[in-house]
C-alpha cells in the first residue's frame, strides 16, 4: 500500500508539472477561470502584487480568505468590527511585530470582499524551528500528517532541487546539514495552507482564495499540488506574479509579470556567513 501511495503522489506530481502556464495581462484577473480554490502569489514586497490580488479578490468575491500571514489565532481578531479600521485591525493582529511589509498593502485584499471569513495559516515560529530541527511534522501538524503528504519522501530529485532552492534563498548562507530540514519547513507550511483552504471550502462552500508566497503557490509541489493530492475533484487554479519574465517551465497555471521594487540586496553583508 505504502509503495503504492508513493506512485500516486509521483505520478500527481508530473502531472502537475505538465499544466500549461499562460501569461496574462492584469485585465484577466477580473474573468479567472471558475474555480473552487484560487492560490494568488506574490513578491511580499511589491505593492503591485497586492493590488492584482485586491483586484482579483474583487472580482471572485471569495466566501474565505486564507493569508499566509497570519497564524489562525491572529486571524480571529478580524471581526466585523474592525474590518472598517485599518489601523485598529492592524493593531488588533500585531502587524507591526510579525515581520511581514506594510499591513497598508495586505488591507485592501481584505477590503475588497468585506463578507469573507478571514482564516489564517501561519505556523507560529517556534513550531517551524520545530520541525526544521528535527524534521518531522507529525508532532506539529498532528495527525493529518500523513494525509498531506508530510510523511512522504519527495518523489524524484525534488528533494535535491528543493535544497539548492533554498540555498539560493538563504544566499549561500545556511550550512548544507541545515537545508533538509528547511525543506521540511517550507513542506509544513504548504501543508499548513492547503488544510487551511480545504477547511474553509467545506465551511463555506467557496470559492476560496489563499494569499501567498509565489514559492507556496507553485502548481507543481505547493498548495495546488497537495489540495489536488488531497481532494482530486477540486477545481484549483494557481497564479503567480513575477517581476522579471520567468524562465520556462513556469510552475503556476497563469502568470503575469509586474515592474520589480528597488529594494537593497538581501545577500549584502552575508558572504562568508556560512563558513564555521
Given amino acids: 500500500m505504502r509503495r503504492a501511495g508513493l506512485i500516486i503522489f509521483a505520478l500527481s506530481a508530473a502531472l502537475a508539472q505538465m499544466v500549461r502556464a499562460e501569461p496574462i495581462a492584469p485585465s484577466a484577473l477580473d474573468n479567472l477561470p471558475p474555480s473552487d480554490v484560487v492560490v494568488l502569489g506574490e513578491v511580499h514586497d511589491n505593492p503591485a502584487h ?3 490580488q ?3 479578490v474583487a ?3 471569495p466566501a474565505a480568505i486564507v493569508f499566509e500571514m497570519m497564524t489562525p489565532a491572529q486571524a480571529r481578531a478580524v471581526t466585523p468590527r474592525l474590518r472598517d479600521d485599518p489601523g485598529t485591525l492592524a493593531a488588533a493582529l500585531g ?3 510579525s515581520g511581514w511589509p506594510d499591513f497598508a498593502l495586505y488591507y485592501p485584499i481584505i477590503a475588497a ?4 471569513e478571514i482564516l489564517g495559516a501561519q505556523v507560529p515560529r517556534a513550531e517551524l524551528r520545530q520541525v526544521i530541527s528535527r524534521r518531522d511534522p507529525a508532532g506539529v501538524f498532528g495527525s493529518d500528517a500523513r494525509k498531506f503528504g508530510l510523511t512522504r519522501p519527495l518523489p524524484g530529485d525534488q528533494q535535491s532541487r528543493r535544497e539548492k532552492m533554498q540555498a539560493r534563498a538563504h544566499c549561500g548562507a545556511l ?5 533538509p530540514g528547511m525543506v521540511m519547513g517550507q513542506r509544513l507550511r504548504d501543508a499548513a495552507l492547503a ?9 463555506t462552500g467557496g470559492p476560496v482564495v489563499v494569499i501567498t508566497g509565489n514559492g507556496h503557490a507553485r502548481a507543481d509541489w505547493g498548495v495546488p499540488a497537495i489540495l489536488k493530492e488531497v481532494a482530486p475533484k477540486l477545481r484549483v487554479l494557481s497564479v503567480g506574479q513575477f517581476e522579471a519574465p520567468p524562465a520556462p517551465p513556469v510552475p503556476h497555471d497563469l502568470w503575469l509579470v509586474t515592474a520589480p521594487v528597488a529594494r537593497d540586496d538581501p545577500c549584502a553583508g552575508l558572504a562568508g556567513a556560512a563558513q564555521p
Fill in 175 to 179: 550550512p548544507e546539514e541545515m537545508l
Fill in 59 to 61: 472580482a471572485l468575491n
Fill in 54 to 56: 485586491a483586484r482579483a
Fill in 195 to 203: 488544510r487551511a483552504a480545504l477547511r474553509a471550502l467545506q465551511e
Fill in 113 to 116: 470582499a468585506p463578507k469573507a
Fill in 95 to 97: 502587524w507591526a511585530e
Fill in 50 to 52: 497586492h493590488a492584482n
